[in-house]
């Protein structure tokens, strides 16, 4: 399956840990996975739907990482995914995969589950989806500089 | 390796073919301005590459895109994912 499953119980409301998830993002990012030439100084994910979702380094630049497809606080948040393999940001729709959580309780706690969906639409060469060859499972061409990084 | 298997404009074609759905050597053949011989040369630089793979159907050869690329992100960000939220865990119950 192209996707990726995680889910951690917190001992914490939902609301808490929708703010720590949007408002607090940087602080438990692993830094060293960003875009930007300068390190990692913040991640904003704008707090309504169509916001944008970005990183800030220590040197001002804004790299944009994707956006807010669904904003439902404290339940579900649904974010567009822009990076392709190569950390590079790819502004095509047709081009993203989509990361929801959700917060559900559970017992005391609150229980997070992340799923990062639609990889191979990174994949997609867009002339050809327009040409609808895309094929089985949206697949319609690759990126190349993806394939350099991980084949 | 990838990367150089693609930088061919013709290899670059067959792999966009063989993303729509697989095909036999001859198919591709057929809907391209190249040889049979030359497909299978190019079929084999794209397997040796992984970019693509082969599976017997009964006497057929079908040629197919290899998915290790995706794989390859999906367990990437697996892990990115998994340190992320183990930390996001942790910072949630700071008091």
């Given amino acids: 399956m192209t996707e990726v499953r995680r889910s951690v119980l917190v001992n914490a409301g939902a609301d808490h840990a929708f703010k ?23 991640v904003v994910v704008e707090p309504f739907q169509h916001g944008r979702w970005y990183e800030v380094g220590t040197d001002g630049a804004e790299c944009d990482w994707g956006s807010v497809k669904a904003w439902e606080p404290p339940a579900r948040l649904l974010l567009a995914w822009h990076l392709n393999g190569d950390w590079d940001y790819d502004p095509d729709p047709a081009r ?18 992340l799923v990062h969906r639609n990889f191979e639409r990174h994949f997609v060469k867009p002339e050809r989806l327009r040409e609808g060859v895309s094929g089985e499972g949206g697949w319609g061409g690759i990126l190349l500089g993806f394939a350099k990084a991980f084949v | ?14 792999f966009t073919l063989l993303v729509a759905g697989p095909r036999a050597v001859g198919e591709i053949a057929a809907e391209l301005p190249v040889s049979r011989p030359a497909v299978s040369q190019h ?53």
């Avoid at chain 1, 720590?20 to 913040?42: R, S």
């Avoid at chain 2, 390796?1 to 067959?14: K, Y």
């Avoid at chain 2, 040796?48 to 960000?77: F, K």
């Fill in chain 2, 43 to 95: 079929l084999k630089v794209l397997k040796e590459a992984r970019l693509v793979r082969v599976e017997a159907q009964g006497t057929r050869r079908r040629y197919s895109v290899d998915h290790v690329g995706v794989a390859a992100m999906r367990d990437y960000l697996d892990d990115v994912w998994g340190q992320a939220l183990a930390n996001f865990a942790a910072v949630v119950e700071e008091r």
């Fill in chain 1, 96 to 113: 993203a995969s989509e990361v929801e959580i959700t917060f559900t309780a559970e017992g005391d706690g609150t229980r997070v589950e």
């Fill in chain 1, 20 to 42: 720590v998830f949007t408002e607090k993002f940087v602080t438990w990012w692993p830094a060293g996975h960003h875009i930007g030439e300068a390190d990692l100084k913040d």
């Fill in chain 2, 1 to 14: 390796m990838a990367f150089a298997a693609l930088g061919d404009p013709t290899r670059r074609e067959i």
